[in-house]
């Protein structure tokens, strides 16, 4: 939350470029408050185990959200109940007609399909372009953001010859940028994925900033110049054991995985998995809905114009 001070106390520009959060005593009296409406948007087939790990993250901040969950009416889901999908979720048709202040859109595995041929690719269309007009910042997650990242910029993605999988360290790009504030220069992220983006198409792109960036495994976090649409290419919202237990289903499924970099102790898969990245996960999305959602948008947000 920000400190609220006088507008000419000599602090205040000292803290403001530490990147500090201050808030002058004229713009606290304009403030109104109520809860954030929050949609979370889920692509993966493991929902329940998704939800509960970004829900901890949405979850750890003074904030008051009303969390909406999303799930796409053209495909089947094999790996969640439909008593949970009917008693906890919405379709897109439900909330069509709603506003929110902030959207997340989850990762899905099919990064080996053509966005076109994904069974829920024309829903996805429309959630997105929905977006754009009725919510006033969306965190698109991994395939997600690539997909995202293909829809509003024609940047394509590119199949990798082996899958990133594993955290690795990441640089901040932008230390000025507020979702970076109280990040260290370095930071890790997990990723599990078979295709990125490529840095330099995106570095041509107008309108797109790179925020952060790994020299292992490319791309991480990028934005859009209004601050509308994050894209988090990574995981940070992963638990400790999410990439063991995609290793030993990958096992088991006789792909002959590598083991995930940077991952286990002395790369033991027996051994207890590392967490590093906890932290800034939940700096991260603090930041994304204190400064992107919580400080920007309107008392009463009904759509952009």
Not at 20 to 31: C, G, K, L, N
Not at 128 to 133: E, I
Not at 144 to 159: E, M, S, T
Not at 280 to 298: D, G, M, R, T
């Amino acid at each position: 939350m920000p400190i609220k001070i006088p507008a000419d106390l000599p602090a205040r520009s000292a803290l403001e470029v530490e990147n500090i959060f201050v808030m002058t005593e004229d713009r606290a009296i304009t403030q109104d408050i109520r809860p954030l409406e929050i949609a979370l948007v889920n692509l993966m087939p493991t929902k329940i185990a998704t939800e509960t790990q970004l829900l901890r993250l949405l979850g750890n901040t003074p904030l008051q959200i009303n969390i909406t969950l999303l799930r796409t009416a053209n495909h089947v889901s094999k790996h969640t109940p439909q008593k949970h999908l009917e008693r906890f979720y919405k379709t897109f048709a439900e909330i069509r007609h709603c506003s929110f202040d902030g959207m997340v859109v989850t990762g899905a595995p099919v990064e080996h399909l053509p966005f076109e041929t994904v069974d829920y690719w024309s829903e996805l269309l429309e959630i997105m372009n929905y977006a754009s007009q009725h919510v006033y910042s969306t965190l698109y997650l991994c395939w997600a953001a690539q997909a995202a990242l293909y829809h509003f910029y024609k940047l394509p993605k590119r199949d990798l010859p082996a899958k990133i999988s594993g955290v690795f360290e990441h640089s901040v790009l932008c230390p000025e940028c507020r979702l970076f504030r109280g990040f260290d220069d370095e930071f890790t992220i997990p990723h599990s994925r078979h295709a990125e983006i490529r840095a330099e198409a995106a570095r041509r792109t107008p309108g797109l900033h790179i925020l952060a960036q790994s020299d292992k495994a490319g791309l991480a976090v990028l934005e859009s110049e209004d601050h509308t649409r994050v894209f988090m290419i990574g995981h940070l919202e992963y638990d400790r054991g999410t990439l063991d237990a995609e290793y030993r289903r990958d096992l088991e499924k006789g792909i002959n995985p590598a083991i995930p970099k940077n991952y286990y102790p002395d790369d033991n898969p027996a051994a207890m998995p590392q967490m590093t990245w906890r932290a800034h996960a939940h700096l991260f999305y603090s930041n994304w809905l204190n400064y992107y959602v919580y400080q920007e948008a309107p008392f009463s947000f009904t759509g952009r114009t």
